[in-house]
Every structure is written in C-alpha cells, then in structure tokens.
C-alpha cells in the first residue's frame, strides 16, 4: 500500500503554525495530524477548535484531529464545524464511560459527514477495537504512551498492527487505513510499514529534521 505520512503539529512553534502547515503542503505530506490534549485524559494541554479552525483556510489537507481528550463525544461538534476531515477517539476515553461509547462516537463523528477511527495505547489489546473496525475509517496504533512528542517507539505495537491489518482484510477491509502515532523516524518506519500499516504520524523526525521535506520523502520511501 502507498504509505501516508502525517506530520504532526505538536512539533511545531505554534507561534508560527502558520509556516509549518505551508512547510507540509510543500514537502509532500498526505495529512496534517492535530494532537488535541486536554490535561485530563493525558497530562498536558495543547489547543482545540479554534486552531483547527484557524488552519483549516490555509490547507487543501485533510486535517486529522486525534483527540486525547476525557468525554470525547461532547467536543465531536467543535472539531467537525471547525474543519476536521477524520476524527479519531481513544477507546480508553470511551470504555470507562459505557461499552456502546466508543460506537456512538464513532457514529456521531460520520454524522457531520467526515471520517471516523478509533485509537488503542500501547498496553491495550487491538482486538478491543475489533467490534467497531466495520465503522472505522481508519485506525490508531499508538506506539508511545499518549501526551509527549520525542518518545521512544515501542515495538510491541508490531504484531498489534500485522493482527489490525490481518483482521481488517478478513471483514472486507483490506485497504482499512492503519495509523501508527508515536516514536515514527525512518527505521521505525519501515518497522511499522513492513507490518502492515500505511498512515504513520511523525512530530519531532520531521520538525526536527535539517530539510523537512527530505525527512517526509524518506518515511514514505518505504
Ligand atoms: C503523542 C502524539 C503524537 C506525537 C508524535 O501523544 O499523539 O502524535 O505528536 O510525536 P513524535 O513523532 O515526536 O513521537
Ligand atoms: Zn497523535
């Protein structure tokens, strides 16, 4: 499968956020990833829909709101009027609230129209999220624990994403989007793509990087 890169903001001087959507247009990104955090859900705060909507003019990207955030189907609204194309919700944010959580939100997402996924952290099994697969769009791999930029990639998501895409293909979905969020540079991008994903975020490789573009081009030289 084409692989997709997703450049995620967090790594970016939100000052000039500006710039860094033009430097991901221009370098050949497929997505640009918005790591929304409320400080509850995972210990920091970034920012909400007024971000996404202040961006939303300045791309043709689709904008891929992953949202790290307690209660997530009382902010759908706000990210789909803002401009969001895929929204993606934590299982763990859902299950503690009922099991029919994580669906409903899901559904409400497509409701506006825009895509939909669902998220699993590194110590939660993928066949949690086997059950809403049929209503996903895309799914979440996490492959750090949820809140930072710069972590170390954790290679147990490996056989999580070879059994996502094995299930996915098996439900008449071979060509679901599987995403891996975290820890993502060029030999870990080939980990995740060797196993089936096709979707990999990446925050402190890209920003970090001398030439952005050439560090986009290599994770999806793969
Ligand atoms: C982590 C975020 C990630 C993060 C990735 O909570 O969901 O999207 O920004 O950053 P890197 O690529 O630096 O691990
Ligand atoms: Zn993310």
């Given at each position: 499968?084409?692989?997709?890169?997703?450049?995620?903001?967090?790594?970016?001087?939100?000052?000039?956020?500006?710039?860094?959507?033009?430097?991901?247009?221009?370098?050949?990104?497929?997505?640009?990833?918005?790591?929304?955090?409320?400080?509850?859900?995972?210990?920091?705060?970034?920012?909400?829909?007024?971000?996404?909507?202040?961006?939303?003019?300045?791309?043709g990207l689709p904008l891929d709101v992953h949202l790290m955030?307690?209660?997530?189907?009382?902010?759908?609204?706000?990210?789909?009027?803002?401009?969001?194309?895929?929204?993606?919700?934590?299982?763990?944010?859902?299950?503690?609230?009922?099991?029919?959580?994580?669906?409903?939100?899901?559904?409400?997402?497509?409701?506006?129209?825009?895509?939909?996924?669902?998220?699993?952290?590194?110590?939660?099994?993928?066949?949690?999220?086997?059950?809403?697969?049929?209503?996903?769009?895309?799914?979440?791999?996490?492959?750090?624990?949820?809140?930072y930029g710069g972590q170390r990639f954790m290679e147990g998501?490996?056989?999580?994403?070879?059994?996502?895409?094995?299930?996915?293909?098996?439900?008449?979905?071979?060509?679901?989007?599987?995403?891996?969020?975290?820890?993502?540079?060029?030999?870990?991008?080939?980990?995740?793509?060797?196993?089936?994903?096709?979707?990999?975020?990446?925050?402190?490789?890209?920003?970090?990087?001398?030439?952005?573009?050439?560090?986009?081009?290599?994770?999806?030289?793969?």
């Amino acid at each position: 499968m084409q692989i997709k890169i997703a450049p995620s903001i967090l790594s970016a001087d939100f000052s000039r956020v500006g710039d860094a959507i033009r430097l991901c247009e221009e370098s050949g990104a497929d997505l640009i990833h918005c790591d929304v955090m409320d400080g509850s859900f995972v210990e920091p705060i970034t920012f909400g829909g007024q971000m996404v909507k202040n961006i939303r003019p300045l791309t043709g990207l689709p904008l891929d709101v992953h949202l790290m955030v307690e209660h997530p189907k009382t902010q759908i609204k706000f990210f789909a009027e803002a401009g969001a194309d895929i929204i993606t919700v934590h299982y763990e944010a859902c299950s503690k609230i009922s099991p029919d959580y994580l669906g409903e939100t899901l559904s409400l997402i497509k409701s506006y129209g825009i895509k939909c996924g669902a998220v699993v952290n590194p110590d939660v099994p993928v066949e949690k999220i086997f059950p809403v697969f049929g209503l996903c769009d895309m799914v979440v791999l996490m492959s750090v624990f949820p809140g930072y930029g710069g972590q170390r990639f954790m290679e147990g998501v490996l056989p999580k994403i070879s059994a996502a895409r094995a299930y996915a293909a098996s439900v008449g979905k071979p060509e679901l989007d599987i995403e891996v969020d975290g820890g993502i540079n060029a030999k870990t991008a080939r980990l995740a793509s060797a196993a089936g994903a096709n979707v990999l975020v990446a925050g402190s490789a890209l920003f970090g990087a001398p030439d952005f573009a050439s560090a986009v081009a290599e994770l999806a030289r793969q």
